[in-house]
Protein backbone atom coordinates (compact mmCIF):
# COMPACT_ATOMS: atom_id res chain seq x y z
CA UNK A 1 0.00 0.00 0.00
CA UNK A 2 3.07 2.69 1.01
CA UNK A 3 4.88 1.66 -2.78
CA UNK A 4 1.77 2.11 -4.15
CA UNK A 5 0.99 5.79 -2.66
CA UNK A 6 4.68 6.52 -3.59
CA UNK A 7 6.00 6.40 -0.22
CA UNK A 8 9.37 4.19 0.30
CA UNK A 9 9.41 1.40 3.50
CA UNK A 10 11.77 2.39 6.08
CA UNK A 11 15.00 0.82 6.60
CA UNK A 12 15.94 -1.79 8.87
CA UNK A 13 18.54 -0.24 11.18
CA UNK A 14 21.91 -2.42 11.86
CA UNK A 15 24.59 -2.58 13.66
CA UNK A 16 26.94 -0.42 12.23
CA UNK A 17 30.11 -3.31 12.57
CA UNK A 18 28.83 -6.04 11.94
CA UNK A 19 25.47 -5.14 9.89
CA UNK A 20 23.67 -8.26 11.19
CA UNK A 21 21.76 -7.87 14.27
CA UNK A 22 19.74 -4.61 15.60
CA UNK A 23 21.76 -1.78 17.85
CA UNK A 24 21.53 -2.04 21.43
CA UNK A 25 23.22 1.25 22.09
CA UNK A 26 24.57 4.56 21.11
CA UNK A 27 28.55 4.35 21.97
CA UNK A 28 28.83 7.36 23.90
CA UNK A 29 32.97 7.61 22.60
CA UNK A 30 31.67 7.43 18.89
CA UNK A 31 27.83 7.59 18.61
CA UNK A 32 27.87 4.66 16.66
CA UNK A 33 24.69 2.15 16.79
CA UNK A 34 25.75 -1.08 17.63
CA UNK A 35 24.43 -4.74 18.75
CA UNK A 36 25.38 -5.87 22.60
CA UNK A 37 28.01 -8.38 21.03
CA UNK A 38 29.97 -5.78 19.35
CA UNK A 39 30.40 -3.82 22.11
CA UNK A 40 31.43 -6.24 23.92
CA UNK A 41 34.17 -7.27 21.22
CA UNK A 42 35.44 -3.43 21.16
CA UNK A 43 35.45 -2.60 24.37
CA UNK A 44 37.36 -5.67 25.44
CA UNK A 45 39.57 -5.43 22.57
CA UNK A 46 40.26 -1.52 23.14
CA UNK A 47 41.25 -1.89 26.75
CA UNK A 48 43.88 -5.14 25.07
CA UNK A 49 45.63 -2.67 22.59
CA UNK A 50 46.50 -0.52 25.59
CA UNK A 51 47.35 -2.73 27.80
CA UNK A 52 49.57 -4.32 24.68
CA UNK A 53 50.94 -0.96 23.24
CA UNK A 54 51.80 0.56 26.59
CA UNK A 55 53.70 -2.71 27.53
CA UNK A 56 51.47 -2.28 31.15
CA UNK A 57 52.19 -5.94 32.16
CA UNK A 58 54.44 -9.04 31.77
CA UNK A 59 54.47 -12.31 31.77
CA UNK A 60 54.95 -14.02 35.27
CA UNK A 61 53.86 -10.55 37.33
CA UNK A 62 51.77 -10.41 39.79
CA UNK A 63 49.24 -7.71 39.81
CA UNK A 64 47.07 -6.07 42.43
CA UNK A 65 44.00 -4.54 41.25
CA UNK A 66 42.24 -1.64 43.22
CA UNK A 67 38.88 -3.19 44.29
CA UNK A 68 36.20 -0.90 46.00
CA UNK A 69 33.16 -2.89 44.69
CA UNK A 70 32.31 0.26 42.64
CA UNK A 71 31.59 0.02 38.66
CA UNK A 72 35.46 0.39 37.56
CA UNK A 73 37.24 -1.93 39.95
CA UNK A 74 34.33 -4.51 38.93
CA UNK A 75 34.52 -4.07 35.43
CA UNK A 76 38.07 -3.79 36.08
CA UNK A 77 38.66 -6.91 37.60
CA UNK A 78 36.30 -8.84 35.02
CA UNK A 79 37.80 -7.67 32.07
CA UNK A 80 41.71 -8.08 32.98
CA UNK A 81 40.61 -11.66 34.12
CA UNK A 82 38.86 -12.47 30.84
CA UNK A 83 41.98 -10.80 28.93
CA UNK A 84 44.67 -12.84 30.90
CA UNK A 85 42.96 -15.59 29.95
CA UNK A 86 41.90 -15.03 26.50
CA UNK A 87 45.06 -13.36 25.30
CA UNK A 88 47.73 -15.46 28.03
CA UNK A 89 48.99 -12.36 29.80
CA UNK A 90 50.83 -14.60 32.46
CA UNK A 91 49.30 -12.46 35.44
CA UNK A 92 49.01 -13.50 39.06
CA UNK A 93 45.94 -11.30 39.80
CA UNK A 94 44.36 -10.23 43.15
CA UNK A 95 42.01 -7.97 44.91
CA UNK A 96 43.27 -5.56 47.19
CA UNK A 97 40.53 -3.18 49.14
CA UNK A 98 40.70 -0.64 51.43
CA UNK A 99 38.30 -0.15 54.29
CA UNK A 100 38.61 3.00 55.12
CA UNK A 101 36.09 2.99 58.05
CA UNK A 102 32.86 4.88 57.01
CA UNK A 103 29.93 2.79 58.57
CA UNK A 104 26.96 2.67 55.63
CA UNK A 105 29.07 2.85 53.02
CA UNK A 106 32.83 0.97 52.51
CA UNK A 107 30.79 -2.10 55.15
CA UNK A 108 28.82 -2.53 52.58
CA UNK A 109 30.82 -1.87 49.34
CA UNK A 110 33.18 -4.39 50.84
CA UNK A 111 30.52 -7.19 50.40
CA UNK A 112 30.39 -6.67 46.95
CA UNK A 113 33.77 -7.29 46.42
CA UNK A 114 33.85 -10.21 48.69
CA UNK A 115 31.18 -11.51 46.32
CA UNK A 116 33.68 -10.63 43.45
CA UNK A 117 36.25 -12.61 45.17
CA UNK A 118 34.37 -15.74 44.94
CA UNK A 119 33.13 -14.72 41.22
CA UNK A 120 36.00 -14.25 39.60
CA UNK A 121 38.02 -16.59 41.34
CA UNK A 122 40.61 -14.14 42.52
CA UNK A 123 42.41 -13.90 46.18
CA UNK A 124 41.35 -10.81 48.03
CA UNK A 125 43.31 -8.65 50.49
CA UNK A 126 41.63 -6.24 52.82
CA UNK A 127 43.34 -3.00 54.35
CA UNK A 128 42.26 -0.37 56.92
CA UNK A 129 42.53 2.59 58.38
CA UNK A 130 42.40 1.87 61.28
CA UNK A 131 44.77 -0.74 61.66
CA UNK A 132 47.17 1.18 59.54
CA UNK A 133 46.80 5.10 60.67
CA UNK A 134 44.31 4.26 64.26
CA UNK A 135 41.91 6.62 63.03
CA UNK A 136 38.50 5.44 60.50
CA UNK A 137 37.03 7.96 58.10
CA UNK A 138 34.06 8.37 60.67
CA UNK A 139 36.53 9.44 63.40
CA UNK A 140 38.23 11.74 61.20
CA UNK A 141 35.11 13.37 60.13
CA UNK A 142 33.56 13.61 63.95
CA UNK A 143 36.70 15.70 64.49
CA UNK A 144 37.10 17.93 61.27
CA UNK A 145 33.55 18.12 60.06
CA UNK A 146 32.76 17.62 56.18
CA UNK A 147 34.82 20.15 55.11
CA UNK A 148 38.16 18.68 53.61
CA UNK A 149 37.22 15.32 54.81
CA UNK A 150 38.66 13.98 51.18
CA UNK A 151 41.83 15.53 51.78
CA UNK A 152 42.72 13.23 54.39
CA UNK A 153 40.58 10.35 53.00
CA UNK A 154 42.71 11.04 49.67
CA UNK A 155 46.39 10.92 50.79
CA UNK A 156 45.67 8.01 53.47
CA UNK A 157 44.16 5.68 50.51
CA UNK A 158 46.88 5.96 48.43
CA UNK A 159 49.64 5.18 51.14
CA UNK A 160 46.90 2.09 52.15
CA UNK A 161 46.66 0.69 48.67
CA UNK A 162 50.75 0.45 48.56
CA UNK A 163 51.12 -0.73 51.64
CA UNK A 164 48.66 -3.49 51.27
CA UNK A 165 50.14 -4.08 47.46
CA UNK A 166 53.48 -4.23 49.60
CA UNK A 167 52.01 -7.06 51.58
CA UNK A 168 50.88 -8.81 48.51
CA UNK A 169 54.24 -8.95 47.02
CA UNK A 170 52.94 -7.68 43.84
CA UNK A 171 55.07 -6.00 41.09
CA UNK A 172 52.06 -3.54 39.98
CA UNK A 173 48.78 -2.16 40.96
CA UNK A 174 46.30 -1.81 38.77
CA UNK A 175 43.58 0.55 39.13
CA UNK A 176 40.34 1.32 37.86
CA UNK A 177 41.04 4.94 36.53
CA UNK A 178 38.82 6.02 33.81
CA UNK A 179 39.30 8.72 30.90
CA UNK A 180 36.81 11.08 32.47
CA UNK A 181 38.80 10.87 35.94
CA UNK A 182 42.01 11.54 34.08
CA UNK A 183 40.44 14.74 31.90
CA UNK A 184 39.15 16.48 35.62
CA UNK A 185 42.42 15.55 36.80
CA UNK A 186 43.79 17.42 34.25
CA UNK A 187 41.45 20.04 34.81
CA UNK A 188 42.01 20.13 38.59
CA UNK A 189 45.45 20.69 38.64
CA UNK A 190 45.40 23.61 35.85
CA UNK A 191 42.86 25.52 38.14
CA UNK A 192 45.33 24.43 41.12
CA UNK A 193 48.26 25.41 39.09
CA UNK A 194 50.07 22.02 40.36
CA UNK A 195 52.59 21.80 37.44
CA UNK A 196 54.09 18.84 39.05
CA UNK A 197 51.05 16.55 39.22
CA UNK A 198 49.98 18.27 35.87
CA UNK A 199 53.17 17.06 34.22
CA UNK A 200 52.07 13.33 35.18
CA UNK A 201 48.46 12.86 36.02
CA UNK A 202 48.49 11.19 32.39
CA UNK A 203 50.90 9.09 32.30
CA UNK A 204 49.82 5.38 31.90
CA UNK A 205 52.16 4.61 34.00
CA UNK A 206 53.13 6.14 37.94
CA UNK A 207 55.27 5.46 40.34
CA UNK A 208 58.16 3.89 38.76
CA UNK A 209 60.71 5.37 41.33
CA UNK A 210 58.29 4.12 44.08
CA UNK A 211 57.38 0.97 46.00
CA UNK A 212 55.27 0.01 43.79
CA UNK A 213 54.12 1.29 39.99
CA UNK A 214 50.33 1.80 38.87
CA UNK A 215 49.10 1.94 35.67
CA UNK A 216 45.85 2.69 34.32
CA UNK A 217 44.21 0.19 31.61
CA UNK A 218 41.27 2.39 31.49
CA UNK A 219 43.12 5.80 30.87
CA UNK A 220 40.63 6.22 27.34
CA UNK A 221 37.86 3.93 28.13
CA UNK A 222 34.59 6.63 29.01
CA UNK A 223 32.65 5.94 31.89
CA UNK A 224 28.88 5.65 30.61
CA UNK A 225 30.85 2.98 28.71
CA UNK A 226 32.03 1.25 31.85
CA UNK A 227 28.58 1.76 32.98
CA UNK A 228 26.95 0.50 30.08
CA UNK A 229 29.72 -2.94 29.97
CA UNK A 230 28.31 -3.64 34.08
CA UNK A 231 24.80 -3.10 32.96
CA UNK A 232 24.73 -5.99 29.85
CA UNK A 233 26.98 -8.06 31.80
CA UNK A 234 25.10 -8.06 35.08
CA UNK A 235 28.25 -7.61 36.96
CA UNK A 236 27.73 -7.01 40.57
CA UNK A 237 28.81 -4.19 41.83
CA UNK A 238 28.05 -1.31 44.15
CA UNK A 239 26.66 1.66 42.58
CA UNK A 240 26.17 4.28 45.66
CA UNK A 241 27.85 7.28 46.50
CA UNK A 242 30.50 7.83 49.25
CA UNK A 243 28.61 9.56 51.94
CA UNK A 244 31.03 12.17 52.87
CA UNK A 245 31.85 13.48 49.48
CA UNK A 246 28.74 15.63 47.90
CA UNK A 247 30.99 18.80 48.63
CA UNK A 248 34.40 17.61 47.04
CA UNK A 249 35.94 20.09 44.83
CA UNK A 250 36.71 17.10 41.60
CA UNK A 251 32.67 17.66 42.02
CA UNK A 252 32.38 20.99 39.86
CA UNK A 253 35.04 19.66 37.45
CA UNK A 254 33.15 16.24 36.71
CA UNK A 255 29.80 18.16 36.16
CA UNK A 256 31.95 20.85 33.84
CA UNK A 257 33.32 17.33 31.73
CA UNK A 258 29.80 16.46 31.82
CA UNK A 259 28.43 19.48 30.32
CA UNK A 260 31.32 19.07 27.92
CA UNK A 261 30.59 15.51 26.51
CA UNK A 262 26.86 16.32 25.87
CA UNK A 263 27.88 18.90 23.21
CA UNK A 264 31.03 16.95 21.85
CA UNK A 265 31.80 13.96 22.87
CA UNK A 266 35.48 13.87 21.95
CA UNK A 267 36.12 16.30 24.57
CA UNK A 268 37.45 14.09 27.12
CA UNK A 269 40.01 12.08 24.85
CA UNK A 270 40.70 16.27 23.46
CA UNK A 271 41.58 16.90 26.88
CA UNK A 272 43.78 14.04 28.09
CA UNK A 273 45.90 14.64 24.73
CA UNK A 274 46.03 18.26 25.98
CA UNK A 275 47.21 16.82 28.78
CA UNK A 276 49.74 14.50 27.43
CA UNK A 277 51.38 17.13 25.22
CA UNK A 278 51.74 19.67 28.16
CA UNK A 279 55.37 20.61 27.80
CA UNK A 280 57.03 22.24 31.31
CA UNK A 281 59.53 24.95 31.41
CA UNK A 282 62.90 23.54 31.88
CA UNK A 283 63.00 26.77 34.31
CA UNK A 284 60.43 25.90 36.28
CA UNK A 285 61.44 24.58 40.14
CA UNK A 286 59.92 20.63 40.28
CA UNK A 287 59.88 19.32 43.82
CA UNK A 288 62.84 16.86 44.88
CA UNK A 289 61.40 13.12 45.50
CA UNK A 290 62.55 11.71 48.25
CA UNK A 291 61.67 9.73 51.40
CA UNK A 292 59.66 10.75 54.66
CA UNK A 293 62.22 10.65 58.01
CA UNK A 294 59.44 9.02 60.09
CA UNK A 295 57.78 6.25 58.00
CA UNK A 296 60.01 5.95 54.82
CA UNK A 297 57.07 6.62 51.78
CA UNK A 298 58.26 8.15 48.40
CA UNK A 299 58.10 11.98 49.76
CA UNK A 300 59.28 15.43 48.45
CA UNK A 301 59.35 17.11 51.93
CA UNK A 302 60.71 15.59 55.13
CA UNK A 303 57.05 14.31 56.59
CA UNK A 304 55.09 12.81 53.73
CA UNK A 305 51.54 13.98 53.41
CA UNK A 306 50.05 11.01 55.75
CA UNK A 307 52.51 11.62 58.37
CA UNK A 308 51.64 15.28 58.27
CA UNK A 309 47.78 14.65 58.71
CA UNK A 310 48.46 12.12 61.02
CA UNK A 311 50.24 14.28 63.31
CA UNK A 312 47.78 16.74 63.21
CA UNK A 313 44.63 14.37 64.14
CA UNK A 314 46.87 12.89 67.20
CA UNK A 315 47.96 16.45 68.18
CA UNK A 316 43.88 17.41 68.46
CA UNK A 317 44.61 20.06 65.73
CA UNK A 318 43.70 18.55 62.55
CA UNK A 319 43.86 22.13 60.61
CA UNK A 320 47.87 21.87 60.69
CA UNK A 321 47.86 19.49 58.10
CA UNK A 322 45.45 20.85 55.27
CA UNK A 323 47.36 23.57 53.94
CA UNK A 324 50.25 22.89 51.97
CA UNK A 325 52.80 20.29 54.04
CA UNK A 326 56.01 22.59 53.75
CA UNK A 327 54.32 24.43 56.24
CA UNK A 328 53.94 22.00 59.00
CA UNK A 329 56.99 20.27 57.74
CA UNK A 330 58.61 23.27 58.79
CA UNK A 331 57.16 23.61 62.07
CA UNK A 332 58.04 19.78 62.89
CA UNK A 333 61.65 21.08 61.98
CA UNK A 334 61.57 23.49 64.63
CA UNK A 335 59.82 21.37 67.48
CA UNK A 336 62.53 18.95 67.05
CA UNK A 337 65.19 21.71 67.36
CA UNK A 338 63.64 22.30 70.55
CA UNK A 339 63.23 19.24 72.13
CA UNK A 340 67.00 18.34 71.03
CA UNK A 341 65.64 16.10 68.76
CA UNK A 342 63.50 13.73 70.40
CA UNK A 343 59.99 12.61 68.39
CA UNK A 344 56.47 12.83 70.02
CA UNK A 345 56.31 9.39 71.50
CA UNK A 346 52.21 10.05 71.19
CA UNK A 347 52.31 10.08 67.66
CA UNK A 348 51.54 6.86 65.91
CA UNK A 349 53.14 6.48 62.67
CA UNK A 350 51.76 6.38 59.42
CA UNK A 351 51.79 2.50 59.18
CA UNK A 352 54.17 -0.33 60.39
CA UNK A 353 55.75 -1.40 56.61
CA UNK A 354 59.33 -0.02 56.14
CA UNK A 355 59.49 1.11 52.40
Known sequence: MEEAQGVKPKKKAFCSICNQRKPALKRP??????????????????????????????????????????????????????????????????????DEGITGYRDDSLETVKRNEIQYGLPLKVVSYKDLYGWTMDEIVKLIGLKNNCTFCGVFRRQALDRGAALLKVDKLATGHNADDIAETVLLNILRGDIARLSRCTSITTGEDGPIPRCKPFKYTYEKEIVMYAYFKRLDYFSTECIYSPNAYRGFAREFIKDLERMRPRAILDIIRSGENFRISTSTKMPEQGTCERCGYISSQKWCKACVLLEGLNRGLPKLGINRSRGLNSDHTKDVKRSNGTKNIESKQCGTLDF
Not at 50 to 56: A, E, K, R, T
Not at 62 to 87: F, M, P, Q
Open 29 to 98: KTLDQICRECFYAVFEDEIHRVIVDNQLFKPGERVAIGASGGKDSTVLAYVLSELNRRHNYGLDLFLLSV
